[in-house]
């Protein structure tokens, strides 16, 4: 084997193992931003049904309020 194919091999692996450490740092960052958008969404529709929830005690509570009268 010669030394141009042997640093050739060399080249190739180190090569490969940056575009390896590359992709995982990408798909971790991707990673990241799908959860901090999921943690917002999820955020809005907890808070939507907090409200809706509150709406409706407040709409019942009036229903009995008449009711009793």
């Known amino acids: 084997m010669d030394w141009p194919q042997v640093l050739a091999i ?5 090569v490969l193992i940056g575009v390896n450490i590359a992709l995982f740092l990408w798909v971790r960052t ?3 931003a799908d959860h901090r958008a999921l943690l917002s969404w999820t955020q809005q ?3 939507a049904m907090q409200q809706e ?15 009793k009268k």
């Not at 060399?10 to 180190?14: A, K, Q, R, S």
Request: glycine content about 8%.
């Open 45 to 47: 529709m907890m808070n």
């Open 53 to 67: 929830m509150k709406d409706f005690h407040g709409r019942l509570c009036a229903i009995e309020e008449k009711n």
């Open 10 to 14: 060399v080249g190739t692996n180190i």
């Open 30 to 32: 991707e990673t990241r």
